[in-house]
């Protein structure tokens, strides 16, 4: 059986604010849906984590990529009259 813990933390005005009214609307308490905010953000960093170790190691073992720069020029170039093509991954030499 796990045991409730009490957190207190600061948070502004606007931000309480905004949080009661999607309580309300979820017909929750504030308290549990900051704790279920809290806990998928930290679900989501654990993915984001894991995918960004896999992509190192991937990277690491030679596989195919797309260079940062590249794809940076390739981004900025979305909608202007000079929009380049889809950068295609290479491997490292």
Not at 5 to 20: E, M, N, P
Not at 59 to 83: C, Q
Request: aromatic share 4%; proline share 5%.
């Amino acid at each position: 059986m796990t045991k409730d813990v009490t957190l207190s933390l600061r948070i502004d005005r606007k931000l309480s604010d905004k949080l009661a009214r999607r309580a309300r609307q979820a017909k929750r308490s504030k308290s549990s849906l900051a704790a279920y905010a809290i806990e998928n953000f930290l679900e989501i960093e654990a993915q984001e984590i894991a995918l960004t170790r896999q992509a190192l190691a991937r990277s690491k073992a030679g596989a195919p990529m797309i260079a940062h720069e590249d794809v940076d020029r390739w981004l900025k170039s979305w909608g202007t009259p000079n929009e380049l093509p889809r950068p295609k991954a290479t491997v490292k030499p």
